[in-house]
Nanobody, 120 residues
Framework: QVQLVESGGGLAQAGGSLRLSCAASGSIISLNPMGWYRQVPGKQRELVARIHRDIANYADSVKGRFTISRVDTKTVALQMNSLKPEDAAVYYC????????????????WGQGIQVLVSL
C-alpha cells in the first residue's frame, strides 16, 4: 500500500519561506498526481497545489508565491515563499489514483499532515 510522509514544516515569519517535502512509499508511478492540501480549524480542507504530468495547478490564494515540484517519482515538494499568516495550517500531502485524476476528485491516499505556523 501507498504511504505518505510529510516533512519540512515548522514556524516561519510572515514574508519568509518554508519548503515542505512528501515522500511516498509503495506503488507510485509518475502518472499518479500528487499534491498538497491544507486545513485550518473551522474551514474545509482546500487544495493548495497539485502536479500531474508536469502540469501544476494552484489555489488562487497561493499563486505566484508557492511552487510545487515533482522531485522524483515518489517525492513532491512545496516551496512556500512570501508566507502570510493566513497560510498557517496543517498541510497534507496527497496522491490520486491514475484512474481518478480530475482536480475535483478526492485523493486516494493522504499523509498524516504537518503543521505550518506563520508569525507576524
Amino acid at each position: 500500500q501507498v504511504q505518505l510522509v510529510e516533512s519540512g514544516g515548522g514556524l516561519a515569519q510572515a514574508g519568509g519561506s518554508l519548503r515542505l517535502s512528501c515522500a511516498a512509499s509503495g506503488s507510485i508511478i509518475s502518472l499518479n498526481p500528487m499534491g498538497w492540501y491544507r486545513q485550518v480549524p473551522g474551514k474545509q480542507r482546500e487544495l493548495v497545489a497539485r502536479i500531474h504530468r508536469d502540469i501544476a495547478n494552484y489555489a488562487d490564494s497561493v499563486k505566484g508565491r508557492f511552487t510545487i515540484s515533482r522531485v522524483d517519482t515518489k517525492t513532491v515538494a512545496l516551496q512556500m515563499n512570501s508566507l502570510k499568516p493566513e497560510d498557517a495550517a496543517v498541510y497534507y500531502c496527497a496522491v490520486w489514483s491514475i484512474w481518478r485524476t480530475d482536480l475535483g476528485v478526492t485523493p486516494d491516499v493522504w499523509g498524516q499532515g504537518i503543521q505550518v505556523l506563520v508569525s507576524l
